[in-house]
């Protein structure tokens, strides 16, 4: 909460030239983002070094050869982690630089609709966490039926996120769209048309990627990281952005192509991880 409030007041100071500091604009954000992530490390480093409650576990000795079997163990189950979200975020990258070929009004309504989505994306992914902590811990207990309620539970908590979001994409587009852009101004009718369409393909999407987010954390908490990461990356770069790219500039779907392929991707990835946890179910732990 405090990186929030430096990163809203230090855009604020860099990006309009406020109390003495030059005026940078879109260049601000970058300094404050740096700023932010300054603050992050030394904030946290501090609490950690600091705070009793942290104390015990000695977090600041080195000890590797103590320490190296844990170390492989973090190696195992997290670099298959890291392999994932890199590819998802290198994924919204090359869809950026699909829509951005497409033109100013493709890229001024894809941004409107990712801002909205990344707010979806925030709690659906603290759900994730929340529930890949939990199922570990009934895991260590060898306990299946609180491994089942915890997952069931979770899926509907995203199910509802995703049902609400989704009818408030279909109802409200252009008041959602109105606080980017000016509805009014005859110039924007056809950004605000396309956004419209993005944000109908969007409230379907967007309810899959949230099951399939839940489903990869349910399974890094039986430390089963290894096939989400390939459903991940399959589903992503074999499935959704060649689709994407088919779909936009081969049959001229535009930036609604870009979406549909990314979305199809989205939905097989959810289909896989759904039977992966269900054959593991059927098995004692």
Wanted: proline residues 3%.
């Amino acid at each position: 909460m405090l990186g929030v409030v430096i990163l809203l007041i230090a855009s604020y100071i860099f990006i309009f030239g406020k109390w003495g500091f030059p005026q940078l604009g879109v260049v601000g954000f970058g300094y404050a983002s740096a700023l932010q992530g300054i603050f992050y490390f030394f904030f946290t480093t501090l609490c950690l070094y600091l705070i009793s409650d942290f104390k015990k576990f000695d977090l600041f000795t080195i000890r590797l050869h103590s320490n190296w079997h844990a170390l492989k163990q973090l190696l195992k189950i997290g670099w298959p982690i890291s392999l994932q979200i890199s590819g998802e975020m290198l994924s919204f990258l090359v869809a950026t630089t699909f829509i951005g070929w497409l033109g100013t009004n493709a890229l001024a309504a894809y941004q409107v609709i990712m801002q909205y989505q990344f707010l979806i994306v925030i709690p659906i992914f603290a759900i994730s966490q929340a529930s890949g902590i939990l199922i570990g811990q009934a895991y260590g207990g060898k306990k299946i039926a609180d491994i089942k309620k915890l997952v069931s539970a979770s899926i509907r908590m995203v199910s509802v996120i995703g049902l609400i979001t989704g009818l408030i994409f279909l109802l409200f587009p252009t008041l959602l769209s109105s606080l980017y852009l000016d509805i009014n101004d005859p110039t924007n009718i056809q950004t605000v048309r396309l956004i419209t369409s993005l944000f109908a393909i969007m409230a379907f999407s967007q309810f899959f990627d949230a099951i399939r987010n839940v489903l990869t954390g349910s399974l890094r908490g039986l430390l089963d990281t290894r096939f989400p990461m390939m459903i991940g990356l399959i589903s992503i770069w074999l499935v959704g952005v060649p689709l994407g790219y088919v779909f936009a500039f081969l049959l001229h779907f535009g930036a609604m192509g870009v979406i549909s392929g990314w979305m199809c991707g989205m939905i097989l990835g959810a289909i896989i991880l759904y039977f992966r946890w269900y054959s593991i179910m059927r098995f004692p732990i």
